[in-house]
């Protein structure tokens, strides 16, 4: 009996592959741009995890020097001797790679996820030449050194011992930073007796990468969470349509005797079964779009934030379960209704021919009620909104509030239009066309949402690019950098370049705490390079002459809203109280900046000299003055950094970035493009008997087919006008809310029209292009079946 | 994969006792091992020996409180060569490894530090004599010596007052470790009397009693078929010592030794079967904590009781080390180590 029961439910699919094809094919696009961009997060996070592994950074509190400046070793042995369990650790760069030194007898278990297990000599690791331990990448880095390839290694990190490290870093005797043990003695001195020079920094609840780079992958996942609705709402067409043909089958099977309840657990069974299918498919396909991404992911990140993650991709488990549950998850929501329809269906009901588009009109009166909601509320957290969670809510109850408002929306302006219309033709067509609406309302919501999400995340991207390319034109004035290795080369260099530049600029800098959040301090030289550049927020009168003077701090704009300083508000740097007269923006720094005079900073840091210097000249000048500098005072070229070229591999960076956007707009709007081809396909069969009347009273096949086409990229275009300022409270809601929440600064938006025109037109192309077959095949339909709806009476 | 994994390998030599490893005995690998007929030279030899693969400062005692509460109490320091040499920073091949421990009748604390050598952390020097790891000190003449530890749950500052000569344990200082002929060098200072402060979580409790510090430095100390070793201090009411040592086989059998110590310090050794020792009750984990001891040449046949049952160093090489009760044809008190029953 089931077997009989399946099959008579199965047959459904064999007569309409296309349908089966729109279900599958919806909703293994959906799991794959899902489970896609969870890859890429899953990959990047796990790459966090292990470089904070490697230095225990957010577990443990740290001691470092207040000058920022590495300490003696002595003072490692001082504190263990006083009773504080320490472990020093070095750190640095070697051949490009992340190099740390630590103490395996005194480092807290699992620190260092790279020690010698099993095959490990610790004879060899601790003694000699030493051994490195990094992963494969990094290996290729370091062909000269005794390295064992162990892949949990954090990317572009190699971690040895601190003897080793210090060796090859040229940092014999020094330490970079103390981890505390969570642990401590009883009855130990207190850092202020034994070594006043250090501060501790308090453990910080996650890694300060991961905090940073939440942003990023908020905007990834809440791509992916869009992609998906978009599936969901092609699965859903689908299957309601389905079901809505097999009432018919139901009611047979029913009337043969069949239980109710069997009926909806097979139907169930059958739809996890494909969700299964599609869940898998999309899994790989998936795979396919995150192994293409991660690289460009990678590097964004790397450059963005300093961030190193791995650019090939590990299959883990966590994602690809999670894409089969949510392909699952997705088909039980949108079989749902469906099921429950079928549930509450008389027993010998008769399959009603404007069943779909009657109750689609009863759905349309609760999303009516939903959208007002979800609406409301977005207005309300537009005004009350912060933190990532809540701009999170904000953007989801706008999207859908949107997204289910518009048909509704579109309904109104199709009537308007109607009551306006002079001719029968015109009135027919709006007339048919609000006919049609139900049936296309869903593919319609996707390509709403598809749209908004690309004109958001487009001008948010944009918007940073431009604010950034700005800033980078204000903050790298000077037209040379130059990094020397000691003061005795600072000297030859001050020396040497005085005659021959406009001016000498020393970029001095110290790490220190500002109302507990870690700042550089800079110690900046008064010249006109930072006067006619910096931009203020916010500023009080002369704030350059009295920060130069000695008696003011400029803060940038992170630290002011990290600590909540603001103008007037004063900070104390070494003990010495400055009123803060300025905040700058900072884009793309991820700690906190103040800048002092270079008289008072001197005065504060004693013991740090100048060692990076910007040089203003003639830039044509440039290329001589390099060769001149090394003949003259040895220092190569490799230790100067042209302006022109920070800027060009600042602005690569971004070009990533959009690389990663544009292939995620691309996909969105395929799919969306793909959900209106399937609802066409599937409303064509069924609008026959509403044709053929059209047809009967004269209008050719042809001209039914241009209206239909027409009609496509009308409702395209109308979804297109919504899908605009939608966009843009999306890319406000990013850039105000979403991204002072994660980086700590507002981005100022900027508005690109000629891009959303441009998308606008991509829009109507794939709206076109997904109707030009179902028009064509209306515009070929035999007369003979247009005729038989006449003789077929219904 | 975690420090504490690697640890393990870092002290094979010490973890021999306590987990039985085969293939020390085999080889010294360039390290001085132990001859017969020791020439001893003091202060000098209170220091390290670099040239030994292993070597130890270990100081337990039993202790009293004024409301006559029993307290034990440890203080140790390991050395571990991985090549027979010294040297400064941080490549010198010496691993130092400190164990510390208070047991009450209800609770045992334990505190646990690792050092590398060369860098000041840690080190015995022997005129004047220091031995320190962090800021676990013992230090002094061995007239009088001082002794401090600290862990996050207590810590102790004591004084302590040889009333006695230092011991010579097996053949004038080289003790017999197996049949094979494995040995080290061994003496003691079992004639200390101690006093000082317990910091314990309730408070600070004042204690005296009497402390037994041992030495013993070798780099081949047991044989392969050696998988753990049961050790007792003895110091009985009528002033007599007991050192007594019992090394399990894997063919079921077992090599003791002891050494005899009248009040003035006149000693008596005793090679292998002389001493007889019977585990008779287990804790909780299988460790007998229960033993008849006999050494039927000194009419001794008495009941070793630990004070507490649960006295397991949880260190990164775990052992039980523990204060106890005798009694039986003697009485006192004393100090049992037990490895190997991991």
Known sequence: ?794 | MNVKAILLTLFLPITAFAQGFAGLGTDADGFSVPQPDPQFAFPADHGAHPDYRIEWWYLTANLTAADGTPYGLQWTLFRSALAPETGEGWTAPQLWMGHAAVTTPENHYVGERLARGGIGQADVVDDPFQAWIDDWVLEGDWETLRMTASAPDFAYDMALTAQGPLIFHGDAGYSVKSAAGQASYYYSQPFFAIEGTLQLPDGDIAVTGNAWLDREWSSQPLAENQTGWDWFSLSFDDGNKMMGFRLQQTDGNNFTSATWITPDGQTTPYTDGALVATPLAVNDDDVPVGWRVELPEKGVDVTVAAINENAWMTTSVPYWEGPVTVTGSHTGVGYLEMTGYE
Not at chain 1, 106 to 135: K, S
Not at chain 1, 444 to 456: C, I, Q, Y
């Open chain 1, 1 to 794: 009996m089931t077997r009989a029961t399946l099959q008579a439910l199965l047959s459904h699919w064999w007569r309409n592959p296309l349908q089966l094809f729109t279900l599958l094919a919806g909703l293994a696009l959906a799991t794959a741009l899902w489970s896609g961009v969870q890859a890429v997060n899953a990959e990047a996070r796990a790459s966090y995890d292990a470089a904070a592994a490697t230095l225990g950074e957010g577990q443990y509190d740290r001691l470092v020097r207040q000058d920022g400046q590495p300490m003696a070793q002595d003072t490692y042995i001082t504190l263990r001797r006083a009773g504080w369990l320490v472990s020093p650790v070095v750190q640095g760069r070697l051949e490009g790679v992340r190099l740390v030194g630590v103490e395996p007898l005194t480092a807290p278990g699992g620190i260092g996820p790279v020690m010698p297990t099993e095959g490990g000599d610790i004879a060899t690791f601790l003694l000699g030449e030493g051994q490195l331990f990094a992963n494969a990448e990094t290996a290729v880095e370091l062909p000269d050194l005794n390295v064992v390839i162990t892949p949990e290694a954090a990317p572009g990190t190699a971690v040895t011992d601190i003897g080793v490290a210090q060796r090859l870093l040229e940092k014999t005797g020094q330490i970079d930073s103390l981890i505390v043990l969570p642990n401590q003695p009883i009855g130990r001195a207190e850092l202020r007796v034994i070594a006043p020079d250090l501060t501790l920094q308090p453990a910080q609840g996650g890694s300060d990468i991961g905090r940073l780079t939440d942003s990023f992958h908020l905007n990834l996942t809440a791509f992916g969470l869009l992609s998906f609705a978009v599936g969901i709402f092609i699965v859903n067409g689908a299957i309601g349509l389905a079901f809505e043909q097999r009432r018919p089958v139901v009611r047979t099977l029913r009337a043969l005797g069949l239980p109710l309840r069997q009926v909806i657990i097979l139907m169930g069974a059958e739809l996890m079964i494909f969700a299964l299918i599609a869940g898998v498919i999309g899994v790989a396909l998936g795979y396919v779009i995150a192994a293409l991404l991660l690289p460009d992911v990678a590097a964004t990140l790397r450059g963005l934030y300093g961030a190193d993650v791995s650019g090939t991709l590990q299959l883990r488990p966590a994602w690809w379960l999670s894409g089969l549950a949510i392909a699952l998850g997705g088909t039980a929501i949108a079989a749902s209704g469906a099921l429950y329809q079928i549930s509450q269906m008389p027993l010998l009901a008769a399959a009603q021919p404007r069943a779909l588009a009657m109750a689609a009109g009863r759905r349309a009166a609760i999303h009516g009620v939903f959208a007002t909601i979800l609406l409301g509320i977005a207005a309300v957290m537009m005004f009350t909104a912060n933190g990532l969670i809540g701009g999170f809510i904000l953007l989801a109850s706008l999207l859908i509030g949107a997204a289910l408002a518009l048909p509704l929306f579109l309904d109104r302006l199709l009537a308007g239009a109607s009551v306006i219309a002079k001719s029968v033709t015109a009135q027919w067509f709006w007339a048919d066309t609000r006919q049609q609406l139900p049936g296309l309302s869903l593919a319609l919501m996707a390509l709403l949402l598809a749209m908004s999400a690309n004109v958001g995340v487009s001008t948010m991207v944009s918007s940073f690019r431009l604010t950034f390319t700005d800033f980078l034109d204000q903050r790298l004035a000077s037209e040379l950098y130059v990094r020397t290795e000691n003061e005795t080369q600072s000297a030859a260099l001050v020396a040497f370049a005085a005659p021959r530049t406009d001016a000498i600029l020393p970029i001095q800098s110290a790490d220190t705490q500002v109302a507990g959040q870690p700042t550089e301090v800079y110690g900046t030289r008064d010249h006109g390079t930072y006067r006619d550049n910096w931009v203020f927020l916010q500023q009080a009168d002369n704030a350059w002459d009295t920060t130069f003077g000695g008696q003011t701090v400029l803060i940038n704009e992170q630290l002011s809203r990290r600590a909540g300083l603001n103008v007037g508000d004063e900070i104390s740097l070494q003990g010495t109280p400055f009123a803060i007269a300025g905040v700058y923006g900072d884009y793309g720094n991820p700690i906190g900046q103040a800048v002092i005079g270079e008289g008072i900073f001197a005065t504060l840091h004693p013991a740090i000299t100048p060692q990076n210097f910007g040089l203003r000249m003639d830039p044509d000048s440039v290329p001589d003055f390099l060769a001149e500098l090394e003949a003259a005072t040895g220092i190569p070229p490799s230790q100067s950094v042209n302006q022109a070229s920070i800027k060009a591999i600042s602005l690569s960076i971004f070009e990533r970035t959009f690389t990663v956007t544009t292939a995620l707009n691309v996909l969105t709007l395929a799919v969306a493009g793909f959900a209106i081809l399937m609802s066409l396909l599937t409303l064509a069969s069924m609008r026959i008997p509403q044709l053929a009347p059209a047809w009967a009273v004269g209008m050719t096949r042809s001209q039914i087919g241009k209206l239909e086409l027409l009609r496509a990229v009308l409702l395209a275009l109308l979804t297109a006008v919504v899908a605009l300022p939608l966009g843009l409270a999306l890319s406000w809601v990013l850039l105000a809310v979403v991204n002072v929440a994660a980086f700590g600064w507002q981005l100022p938006m900027y508005l690109f029209p000629m891009d959303y025109v441009r998308l606008g037109l991509f829009a109507l192309l794939a709206a076109a292009l997904a109707a030009l077959w179902p028009a064509r095949r209306l515009a070929r339909t035999p007369p003979a079946d247009l005729l038989k709806v006449f003789s077929n009476e219904r």
